[in-house]
């Protein structure tokens, strides 16, 4: 009786460590083990598909049990090694954990671990598809799988190790198998054509190594199901197009200048042809979205590079990089774009024709989209120019510029001398446009002030200004007072201890360092916060501040400046609190803003 036909990648499966295409890191660390009797209880296998996991856990399977073995070359023709070969191992157990998954399936493999071995030196358990075990069947197995029986060996196979559980991971010796190399897949295929007489061009060889994605079982099936059509004939890379049904070199070609020279009814009458011919839709946008990124390729780097990296050869290539005078980079980027949305449209809709027509229309109209994209990002570009803080210091700037004009007069010496510096405050402001309250927020704090000269007064108010976060800013001037400002340090009073406290934790600490540095030039700078003392608190404040019309100057002290006192701090303090209660109805319905500008007005803050 004849024998029936066996795949190829059944076939030509490999027997030995060195049969293995690739995954040199991982023969070299098995090779070295089985050498040194260094052979752990339990291994975990990792990777892509149809990279050789099962296959490397037969071989190190075979070479354990070998009559021979432990040896890294089994001699193949022992009962054990036949057993391996044939798929009816008695020491070897292959398990399918998609369908062995649950906790009993576990305790079955439990029960048996405990038998010795019939044939070889080991009992090895290979369980394929790990990941997918029930959570419950991981936990019944921790315990053997860290201390197994001293003949036992498991070894594990994933292909999505992320989702075994860590507690097995670490209970294992790990090894992650590689995508194998295009090349080294065409190298095995013409090893194989040859020894299976099929007659194949490099090109085809290539294409087929391509689509498997690294896989060797895959390419191998693809050389299989090729080979069926060739005969005596030569198997060309076009016939594996039309195998796969995949579109051609020249055709993605011809449709890509459609494209790109915006003939939309050259590209749709191209299209009709090329789904007559029994082109799936889904695969002629995906081809012709992985072409674009060919030309992306190609026009970025050079042609070595290209040439690697597309898998083409150097002709296709030098094709592709002409392109580069027909469109930009941008316009590349965008089309791939389309068509990868195209492409999941297309995957979710009964009418799959339809909307690929659209994509093709949409796409052939480079030049207007492109135009229509370059206005979007101007208009884009015009629009972040107006910012939420751009908006703000239009608020807050001019009440910034009142406090100052109010604070520069005296309330007291109401004089008929003091109406000129207010009518030029007047004068300077109403010619600004409305703009223009933002440029002293702009210019001032890029020039360091001269600290020698500037009293603390001044550059603690210097320093508010620059604070962007109003409700820091308003919480600083009405509970913050400035002791002493020099380059290299800001002290500031706050009155109670437990505000001192929340001030050194909160983020209102790193935004006095900020502003500071940028009003003192100096990137160090030191921000210390304190409670009032009673001898060394020298606070220099305007002689015209209202809250400060009860305290008795002492005749000695420069006009520009004041001692203040403890009691004095928590006098100004109680009289705060008595206003704030007779004025809490009316402070509710207003905004932050407004009731900071009146209390300003009032007197509240020291700035």
Not at 261 to 285: H, M, Q, T, V, W
Not at 406 to 434: D, F, G, L, R
Not at 457 to 481: E, V
Not at 550 to 568: D, F, G, L, R, Y
Request: include cysteine.
């Amino acid at each position: 009786m004849k024998e029936s036909y066996l795949p190829l990648y059944r076939k030509y499966r490999p027997q030995k460590l060195e049969d293995i295409v690739g995954q040199a890191h991982i023969k070299t660390a098995l090779a070295n083990a089985i050498k040194l009797d260094k052979i752990s209880h339990a291994y975990l296998f990792t990777g892509p598909r149809g990279t050789g996991k099962t296959s490397t856990a037969r071989i190190l399977a075979k070479s354990l049990n070998c009559i021979n073995g432990p040896t890294i070359n089994p001699c193949g023709e022992c009962e054990s090694c036949k057993a391996v070969t044939n798929s009816v191992p008695i020491d070897v157990i292959e398990i399918d954990a998609a369908s062995n998954r649950s906790v009993e399936d576990a305790h079955n493999i439990l029960e048996k671990v405990q038998y010795a071995p019939v044939q070889g030196k080991y009992k090895i358990y290979i369980i394929d598809e790990v990941h997918m075990l029930t959570p419950q069947a991981f936990n019944a197995l921790l315990k053997t799988l860290e201390e197994p029986p001293k003949n036992v060996i498991f070894i594990l196979a994933t292909t999505e190790s992320h989702k075994v559980l860590d507690t097995i991971k670490s209970r294992c010796q790990r090894f992650d198998f590689k995508r194998i190399t295009t090349n080294d897949i065409v190298e095995h295929l013409k090893k194989i054509s040859k020894l299976e007489n099929i007659k194949i061009t490099k090109e085809a060889l290539t294409t087929i190594a391509k689509l498997s994605a690294g896989g060797m079982r895959d390419s191998l099936a693809l050389l299989d199901q090729a080979s069926a059509l060739g005969g005596d004939k030569e198997l060309t890379e076009q016939d594996i197009n039309n195998l796969l049904g995949r579109l051609s070199f020249d055709t993605l070609v011809e449709m890509a200048n459609y494209i790109v020279n915006s003939d939309a009814i050259s590209s749709i009458n191209l299209l009709d042809k090329i789904y007559n011919d029994g082109n799936e839709p889904i695969i002629i946008l995906n081809n012709l979205m992985v072409f674009f990124k060919n030309i992306l390729i190609s026009t970025t780097c050079d042609l070595e590079k290209s040439i690697e990296l597309t898998s083409l050869n150097e002709a296709q290539v030098k094709v592709l990089t002409e392109y580069k005078s027909k469109v930009e980079t941008h316009q590349i980027l965008s089309l791939i774009n389309k068509m990868a949305d195209y492409l999941k449209e297309i995957k979710q809709t009964n009418y799959q024709q339809m909307w690929l027509e659209i994509a093709l229309i949409d796409l052939s109209n480079l030049t207007n989209n492109t135009k229509l994209e370059d206005l979007q990002r101007r208009l884009q570009a015009l629009e972040g120019g107006s910012t939420i803080p751009t908006t703000v210091s239009r608020v807050v700037q001019p009440a910034q510029t009142v406090v100052q004009s109010v604070q520069s007069k005296p309330i007291a010496n109401q004089t008929s001398s003091t109406s000129a510096p207010v009518e030029n405050e007047v004068q300077n402001i109403e010619p600004q446009p409305v703009q223009q309250p933002q440029q002293p927020v702009q210019s001032s704090p890029s020039q360091p002030v001269n600290v020698d000269t500037a009293n603390a007064s001044q550059l603690w108010g210097q320093i508010l200004s620059n604070i962007p976060d109003i409700p820091s800013q308003a919480w600083l001037k009405k509970n913050a007072i400035p002791a002493e400002i020099t380059k290299e340090r800001v002290t500031l009073v706050i009155q109670k201890k437990d505000w001192v406290d929340r001030f050194n934790a909160s983020d209102r600490r790193k935004i006095v360092i900020d502003a500071a540095s940028v009003v003192l030039g100096n990137i160090d700078i030191q921000v210390i916060a304190r409670t009032p003392q009673k001898d060394d608190i020298k606070i220099e404040v305007p002689k015209s501040e209202p809250q400060k019309k009860n305290i008795v100057k002492p005749e000695n002290i420069e006009p520009e400046q004041e001692i203040v006192s403890q009691a004095e701090i928590e006098s100004v303090d109680e009289s705060r609190k008595e206003e704030k209660k007779e004025n809490n109805v009316e402070d509710e319905n207003r905004s932050d803003q407004s009731v900071m500008i009146k209390d300003l007005f009032d007197g509240k803050y020291i700035v």
